[in-house]
């Protein structure tokens, strides 16, 4: 199984079919120069060897090296343009994110230009067509795969937002949803809780529903599939629809996941207008750490993570790339949720 911590030659496939994008330091390498040579080479400046200049830009060719608008000496500190793509503007979890994106970008004298794709695949698509052309760099959320996202690059530099490293080619900042909610049911099992439903917010076997089954299993709890149910809006409504069917469903849950605060909070609602007292009838957990989970009554325990340094670590990876470096991988790339506790569970 492909992890992390794997080096992959340039060029070469990984097993997941994933091809590694090459660096200045990938060319220096196969063609036995300095970086700077390279960096001659490739942008025809100095005086360079006429048969060394040959071998460089052939082992660009190999490896389909594209050096970005830093390496060509395109960009001056202070003019630098990043593509920040959001799902959803109207989910607080996002400006967040964001928040911590332009942050970082603005320590480094970044401008930052951000494109709401409301959770359309074709916005998202639009969103890279139109950034590949003004940005230095792109990061965001995308659900496209890897070969689709590299149709609409344009060679722009492309860093995934809550994507594991280990699943794509590109640059990532991965969730570890697995840890986190590890944390989660252990929790909810130690103050006593057997039947545990959840309320998931993606079609499919995503990583949050991929690790809830996980660790209800790891407690031999009486839980399979039937035990969740889908929520297609990620909203407070979304939970409070997805909550009703989930006790029509399974009136014996005494606890119950969600796949965000926002459907969290929404199964609170549905949960005391069925008159069930939260937490000595149902405990909730959620899973993002808005701030919103303080304000509610009672207060929201949940899987926290910290979105300012998702951001900031998304334009180190930024700053990585254009640079012609290697991204962060393996834990460095990675945030781990933390479980807070509060009253609802």
């Known amino acids: 199984m492909w992890t992390d911590n794997q080096r992959v030659e340039p060029g070469d496939e990984r097993p997941d079919g994933a091809r590694r994008r090459a660096t200045i330091h990938d060319v220096a390498r196969l063609a036995g120069v300095s970086r700077q040579t390279v960096s001659r080479a490739v942008n025809d400046k100095g005086e360079i060897d006429p048969g060394t200049k040959e071998r460089v830009l052939e082992a660009a060719r ?7 608008r830093f390496a060509r000496g395109l960009v001056q500190k202070g003019a630098v343009t990043a593509g920040l793509v959001i799902p959803d503007l109207r989910n607080p979890f996002f400006p ?9 970008a603005e320590q480094r004298g ?24 003004q940005a230095d760099a792109v990061v965001g959320y995308f659900k496209d795969s890897d070969e689709v996202l590299t149709r609409h690059l ?27 909610v590890e944390q989660g049911i252990a929790h909810l099992v130690q103050s006593g809780h057997r039947r545990i439903g ?25 839980v399979d599939e039937s035990w969740i149910v889908l929520c297609p809006e990620h909203s407070v409504a979304g939970g ?11 009136p014996e849950i005494t606890a119950v996941f969600g796949f965000n605060d926002l459907i969290a909070v929404g199964a609170m609602r549905t ?19 808005l701030s919103l989970g303080e ?25 990585r790339l254009c640079a012609g470096e290697e991204p962060l991988r393996g834990a460095d790339a990675w945030i781990t949720p933390e479980l807070v506790v509060r009253e609802s569970a």
């Open 154 to 180: 344009g060679g722009v530099p492309l860093v995934l937002l809550e994507r594991g490293p280990q699943q794509t080619r590109f640059a990532a900042v991965g969730i570890d949803a697995s840890a986190g």
């Open 110 to 133: 970044w401008q930052v230009v951000v494109w709401d794709s409301r959770i359309d695949d074709a916005r998202e698509r639009q969103a890279l067509d139109v950034l590949s052309h």
């Open 240 to 250: 409070e629809s997805g909550m009703e069917r989930l006790l029509d469903a399974r």
């Open 62 to 68: 190999l490896l389909d090296y594209r050096p970005s």
């Open 96 to 104: 967040e994110v964001a928040a911590g994106v332009l942050e970082a």
């Open 295 to 319: 304000l509610v009554d009672p207060a929201l325990t949940t899987l926290h993570i910290d979105k300012r340094q998702l951001g900031r670590l998304a334009v180190e990876q930024m700053a």
């Open 198 to 222: 959840m309320l998931d917010g993606e079609h499919g076997p995503g990583a949050r529903r991929k690790a809830f089954l996980e660790q209800v299993r790891r407690h031999g709890l009486p």
């Open 271 to 289: 949960a005391r207008r069925r008159g069930r007292r939260v937490p000595d009838d149902l405990a909730v957990l959620g899973f993002d750490g």
